[in-house]
């Protein structure tokens, strides 16, 4: 059975940075497109960034796009998400997704796999 774990959630102030991993067992990692999401309270679930099974062709959000890089190893069955110049709107509870195949979507409902979620807080 597929899980995947996510890691490096934090508070940090506005302009800070943060990295986030998920890694994923249970299943051949290099078969799986890859995504993080994530929720603010009282907000729905929104996609930030994609990546390929190939690692290729990674896509984003514009609300993030400049500012957080999503990026895989499938060595180390880990996925990440640089974020730089971070603000008071990125504060979230930031999920990793998963689905397999060459590529995935920009709706939640896309992925079949999920964590268990890493709360990042950006303090203005």
């Known amino acids: 059975q597929v899980q995947l774990v996510e890691s490096g959630g934090g508070l940090v102030q506005a302009g800070g940075s943060l990295r986030l991993s998920c890694v994923l067992s249970?299943?051949?990692?290099?078969?799986?497109?890859m995504a993080w999401f994530r929720q603010g309270t009282g907000k729905e679930r929104e996609f930030a960034a994609g990546?390929?099974?190939?690692?290729?062709?990674?896509y984003y959000a514009d609300s993030v796009k400049g500012r957080f890089t999503i990026s895989r190893d499938n060595g180390q069955n880990t996925v990440y998400l640089q974020m730089n110049s971070l603000k008071s709107e990125d504060t979230a509870v930031y999920y990793c997704?998963?689905?397999?195949?060459?590529?995935?979507?920009?709706?939640?409902?896309?992925?079949?796999?999920w964590g268990q979620g890493t709360q990042v807080t950006v303090s203005s």
């Open positions: 249970g299943g051949t990692f290099s078969s799986y497109a």
């Open positions: 997704a998963a689905v397999y195949g060459p590529t995935g979507g920009r709706r939640a409902y896309d992925y079949r796999y």
């Open positions: 990546i390929t099974f190939s690692g290729g062709s990674p």
